[in-house]
């Protein structure tokens, strides 16, 4: 846009020259900002661009008074923020209910026939971007805030980190045509990265010595959610809008059809998915959708579906909401990205319970935008029935933030001198005689001695699956057990910070704090806690809370025996063996005498298992499925402190399903027995209530 060709208000002799020219650079430097990052159809270069740029800087550094709200100086992230707010949205932000086939798809659409028979056809459909989704709101056509999704209820306040965002419009374009712009839009879309940004963007940071990103998706919620607004915006982050949240159109022409909104928010300023487009009939939609499944590959970001909304947006109205999802909109979601590459070996790693698991290695190969070059095995069995020998090109898989797997090898790539894996009968690490148990899959070393299993057993006893200590990572558990000073987790309780300054890079400061981490845990450790620390094999976090709610200390737990422990909810045989067995080890013994004379030694503040809590969850029980905005165990803390028992699986016993986004196959045997099914909002409710 020539600066002849600006608004009147930028030329007008009553307006201050400087102030004149700084809302001319304004307005130009948005428009070739628009043209290279939204329409990709850049007008000038680099150079000329950043001369603008720079002379705006300087006007704006001598009329700080004349800034304007939406200039790109302001895209510059300059600022560091001391944490990030939350805030409430005006209208909730739902995930989407998936469908995986045509039948699943036509029961979606028989359904919201039935629910509104008079219902258009016709579908929005648009490939699902696998970012972070966001809401960014304009007032008078200005950007005024951005918030995360959050838990749909609320989100964090990242409006100065949105503003780095290139493509993101700071102030709205008027439509041809159109007579004005909303009084207020709350614009819903996804940050993402492109594949060939995300690339480039990993080589640098190797360059630079710092760890890559794993995968786009993670990238761009970490990066957008930096207290330091410039680290944002060395990240290539782009916005893509797909719907909106609260309108108050103003004066401004409503739209009516979802195909419309998107052209409208196109005509706003704003990049929207690529290829979609309006299938007039369901039909449609499948073809559609398999369209998309074949040009996956193609597409600049990563996608894992596609996405149909009733085209109507009044209809939309009138379908409404779930608890957890909209009845007007679903997503197909597409099998996990898969890709070929050579098996070059298998190596063996041994656990902390001395299990003995097969990792693939393969030659490196982009697989959903990770570079995968490990691939788990899982065991004897699995290598033998995939048929897998070194040297094959095999099918590596992964789905979201799954750990990549081997799918099978390709026979007819095998060359002639594969080798049959033979799979290790000792432990690779000390080379003592390993053994499977019959019934069992897994080979396992025994030796508790074995560097392998201290070292794992240690670094769990610490990690927040067990103790929780802050401060002390896997880094330094590693340097003190391959000097020989710690040999069990008793032996961290004894470190001093003198003798901790003999290892690199361990300061004076770092060490006390080392040490005050460790004070302070055995001082506070919970009796859960220290139960789910030990690592006694099959129990986690739930089963210890749940023993730690019905015996008072360890040595009520070690006293109990196996038809005792099987009386509790979700403890059958095989943990409870596994328990006894713990107990009756005489090492194991040893090490919890050893706590003893720590005073590491928690009582259960309750006695044997009473509950004192009071309120709406006290003696219910309670579980959570699908993803929440904290993690499930801590949402089983918050739960269990306020009196609830957390179950390990849907039954009849179950009062009350926590349903998160993406809840499978436990929400529909709790609707189908009938069990109360809470979203977050509503659990937290609750708890507010206790």
């Not at 923020?81 to 909730?92: N, S, V």
């Not at 899982?378 to 898989?397: M, S, Y």
Request: proline share 6%; aromatic share 6%; net charge negative.
């Amino acid at each position: 846009m020539p600066l002849d060709d600006l608004p009147l208000f930028a030329q007008n002799a009553a307006v201050p020259p400087e102030k004149a020219r700084m809302d001319a650079l304004v307005a130009e430097l948005e428009h070739h900002n628009r043209c290279y990052h939204t329409l990709d159809a850049p007008e000038i270069s680099d150079d000329a661009y950043d001369a603008l740029f720079r002379e705006l800087l300087a006007l704006e550094a001598a009329h700080p008074e004349w800034r304007s709200p939406c200039s790109p100086t302001l895209r510059a992230g300059d600022g560091l923020l001391g944490e990030l707010a939350k805030k409430a949205h005006r209208q909730r932000m739902y995930g989407l209910d998936n469908v995986f086939s045509a039948e699943e798809w036509r029961d979606f659409v028989e359904r919201m026939r039935r629910a509104l028979p008079e219902a258009p056809t016709a579908f929005w459909c648009d490939p699902k971007l696998d970012g972070l989704a966001l809401e960014i709101i304009y007032e008078q056509g200005l950007l005024t805030e951005a918030l995360t999704r959050g838990d749909g209820e609320n989100g964090e306040v990242v409006t100065a980190a949105v503003r780095t965002i290139r493509n993101v419009p700071l102030r709205l374009s008027l439509p041809p045509g159109e007579a004005a712009l909303p009084e207020r839009l709350e614009v819903r879309g996804e940050v993402v990265i492109y594949k060939a940004d995300f690339a480039a963007l990993n080589e640098k940071r190797t360059a630079f010595g710092q760890k890559p990103f794993a995968n786009p998706r993670n990238a761009a919620a970490g990066s957008l959610r930096q207290f330091d607004t410039a680290a944002t915006r060395a990240v290539p982050l782009r916005f893509l809008a797909y719907s909106t949240g609260e309108i108050h159109w103003g004066a401004a022409r409503p739209c009516t059809q979802q195909g419309e909104l998107m052209e409208r928010l196109a005509a706003y300023g704003f990049l929207t998915p690529p290829n979609g487009r309006l299938c007039p009939d369901p039909a449609a939609v499948e073809a559609y959708v398999e369209e998309v499944r074949q040009q996956r590959e193609n597409f600049a970001m990563e996608i894992d579906g596609a996405v149909a909304k009733q085209d109507n947006l009044e209809a939309q109205a009138a379908l409404g909401h779930t608890a957890r999802a909209p009845r007007f909109a679903v997503a197909f979601k597409f099998p996990a990205m898969q890709a070929r590459t050579i098996l070059r070996g298998i190596d063996i790693q041994v656990g902390r319970t001395g299990v003995l698991t097969p990792v693939a290695i393969l030659d490196p190969v982009p697989v959903g935008g990770v570079m995968v070059s490990r691939a788990t095995l899982h065991n004897e069995d699995e290598i033998r029935a995939k048929n897998l020998r070194i040297g094959d090109t095999v099918l590596v898989q992964r789905a979201g933030d799954v750990i990549p797997e081997v799918v099978g090898p390709i026979l007819e790539a095998r060359p002639v001198d594969a080798a049959e894996y033979v799979f290790p009968h000792t432990c690779p690490v000390c080379g003592q005689a390993a053994h499977r148990e019959e019934g069992e899959a897994a080979w396992r070393c025994d030796n508790l001695a074995c560097p392998a299993i201290r070292l794992r057993a240690i670094s769990h006893f610490v990690s927040k699956a067990g103790l929780d200590v802050g401060g002390i990572g896997g880094k330094w558990i590693e340097q003190l057990v391959a000097s020989g000073r710690v040999q069990s987790p008793a032996d961290l309780f004894t470190l001093a910070v003198p003798e901790l300054l003999q290892y690199e890079r361990m300061g004076e400061t770092l060490a006390q704090k080392f040490v005050d981490a460790l004070a302070q845990a055995r001082q506070t450790a919970s009796l859960s806690r220290l139960i789910s620390a030990l690592g006694i094999r099959h129990v986690g976090e739930q089963t210890a809370r749940q023993l730690a709610r019905h015996y008072a200390d360890l040595d009520a737990l070690a006293a109990a025996s196996t038809e005792d422990l099987m009386q509790l909810e979700d403890i059958g045989p095989e943990v409870a063996s596994s328990i006894r067995a713990f107990f009756a080890n005489a090492a194991n013994a040893a090490l919890l005498e050893r706590f003893r004379g720590l005073g590491l030694w928690p009582v259960a503040g309750a006695g044997q298992g009473e509950k004192q809590a009071k309120g709406a969850l006290a003696g219910k029980t309670i579980l959570f499925t699908g993803t929440l905005s904290i993690k499930r165990d801590e949402a089983a803390r918050l739960a269990e402190a306020c009196g609830a028992t957390v179950l390990g699986g849907v039954s009849g016993k179950l009062d009350y399903l926590v349903a998160g986004e993406k809840a499978g196959s436990k929400l529909a045997k709790a609707e189908k027995l009938g069990i109360r099914v809470l979203n977050e909002k509503e659990f937290r409710e609750l708890l507010g209530e206790a």
